[in-house]
């Protein structure tokens, strides 16, 4: 079945730094890629997603990257801001691709000093 | 939209009590799922149903846990009888699973569970 590692589990940077967190997967198969930030005692939230007919999305300062070669997907955040600071998870759908299932990563933990 | 709901919102029992988390998914959304969280584990699939019909329960950790879906809006997942290591947030997502594709999940508020 699929399998999603991401790292690095946490991260610190400074504010206005950028941080970047890498998901690789392991089934070819997979083609749909969604991010959620999850803030603390909060619901994951999905904030930029995917689809593996795409190699780069952009949403303000938030950008993913998909290398499906690779299979890796990568999570840019430019211009970092204290509010950023949160837990993001990757996620890789399953086939059969429409039974809507994702398989989530361990998650990052992401700190923005201010 | 309300989006999804969950009830209750914190729940705190006795070590094999039962206990029922409930979950309305979004309207017209045709999947739902069952996610637990930890801080050991993280975020763990248990269940999920596709239009009311559960397509994949391998995540489910043992026979106590059971869940169903009756009808579009509404789920429940049931733990019988519940132990100090069920203590988790349980979270129901939903998703509008285009035909030929996989969509976004959008998850509710989670219930809080503690089992003393």
């Known amino acids: 079945g699929e399998n999603v590692e991401q790292h690095p589990s946490t991260l610190s940077v400074q504010e206005g730094d950028s941080a970047v967190i890498k998901c690789t997967y392991s089934d070819s198969a997979s083609n749909y890629f969604p991010w959620y930030k999850q803030e603390l005692g909060k619901r994951p939230q999905l904030i930029i997603d995917?689809?593996?007919?795409?190699g780069e999305k952009k949403d303000q300062r938030i950008a993913v990257t998909l290398n499906k070669t690779a299979k890796h997907f990568s999570l840019h955040i430019t211009e970092t801001q204290p509010e950023d600071s949160a837990v993001y998870f990757c996620a890789a759908s399953t086939p059969p691709s429409n039974t809507g299932k994702l398989i989530f990563g361990q998650g990052t933990t992401l700190q923005v000093k201010p | 939209d309300a989006g999804v709901i969950q009830s209750p919102r914190h729940e705190v029992t006795e070590m094999g009590q039962e206990v029922t988390l409930r979950c309305k998914p979004i309207?017209?959304?045709?999947?739902l799922f069952w996610y637990r969280q930890t801080m050991m584990r993280g975020l763990e699939l248990l269940i999920y149903f596709n239009n009311n019909v559960p397509i994949d329960d391998s995540g489910m950790p043992e026979d106590r846990f059971s869940a169903k879906m009756p009808n579009a809006s509404f789920s429940t997942l049931k733990i019988q009888p519940s132990e100090p290591r069920d203590s988790a947030v349980y979270f129901c997502a939903s998703s509008p699973k285009l035909a030929g594709g996989t969509d976004t999940q959008y998850f509710g508020p989670g219930t809080r569970l503690t089992v003393l």
């Open positions: 995917i689809r593996s007919n795409v």
């Open positions: 309207s017209g959304h045709n999947s």
